[in-house]
Antibody, heavy 122, light 113 residues
Framework: QVQLVESGGGVVQPGRSLRLSCEAS????????LHWVRQAPGKGPEWVAI????????TYADSVKGRFTISRDNSKNMLYLQMYSLRADDTAVYFC???????????????WGQGALVTVSS | DIVMTQSPGSLSVSLGERATINCKSS????????????LAWYQQKPGQPPKLLIY???TRESGVPDRFSGSGSGTDFTLTISSLQAEDVAVYYC??????????FGQGTKLEI
């Protein structure tokens, strides 16, 4: 069965960096478009970033552009989110999510991980 | 960015009754070249990730009970639960995926019994 398992969350001071990982299993990782979606406490989800199946194309939300980097390693079935210059408003549960569609993707999400909590606080 | 506005913010429905949740987009999410509405619905229970219920505005995801249905086109959409069950208590979100990014969600509707 499809599984997505995030790791790497924690408490970090403002301005510091953190890297999230997402280990995937149960599907053909190398043909899947993947996303990071976050959800601040008590709020709705917010799309963060998308990466193409072959990692040649990435796009970011304006709120994280220039600070976050999405990447993947198809040989390890791993998705990553490198976060720099973290701010208090980056505090959220971060989910990795699989795009329902292969190829160029559709940008809605049929499988989600359980999430990794990132708390940015001094 | 396309803004998604859901109503009501919370809803209390009796078991076995119909629940209706509305979602309005700030611009049309209907792609006229393929006549598809780029609109999805999710259900989220406490401590869990969102679960995909409906996509293309009215296509039910595999395994989702047929009491869940989606309708609407352009800018106005509805999620209907025809006969509320106890396990349907959750927060429901709509999401537009009409490109380009960002792909935006509504603020959520909390459904209670």
């Amino acid at each position: 069965q499809v599984q997505l398992v995030e790791s790497g969350g924690g408490v970090v001071q403002p301005g510091r960096s953190l890297r999230l990982s997402c280990e995937a299993s149960g599907f053909t990782f190398s043909t899947s478009v993947l996303h990071w979606v976050r959800q601040a406490p008590g709020k709705g989800p917010e799309w963060v970033a998308i990466i193409s199946h072959d990692a040649t194309k990435t796009t970011y939300a304006d709120s994280v552009k220039g600070r976050f980097t999405i990447s993947r390693d198809n040989s390890k079935n791993m998705l990553y989110l490198q976060m720099y210059s973290l701010r208090a408003d980056d505090t959220a549960v971060y989910f990795c999510a699989r795009d329902k569609c292969t190829g160029a993707g559709c940008s809605f999400f049929d499988y989600w991980g359980q999430g990794a909590l990132v708390t940015v606080s001094s | 960015d396309i803004v998604m506005t859901q109503s009501p913010g919370s809803l209390s429905v009796s078991l076995g009754e119909r629940a209706t949740i509305n979602c309005k987009s700030s611009q049309s999410v209907l792609y006229t070249s393929n006549n598809k509405n780029y609109l999805a619905w999710y259900q989220q229970k406490p401590g869990q990730p969102p679960k995909l219920l409906i996509y293309w505005a009215s296509t039910r995801e595999s395994g989702v009970p047929d009491r869940f249905s989606g309708s609407g086109s352009g800018t106005d959409f509805t999620l209907t639960i025809s006969s509320l069950q106890a396990e349907d208590v959750a927060v429901y979100y709509c999401q537009q995926y009409y490109g380009p990014p960002p792909y935006t969600f509504g603020q959520g509707t909390k459904l209670e019994i």
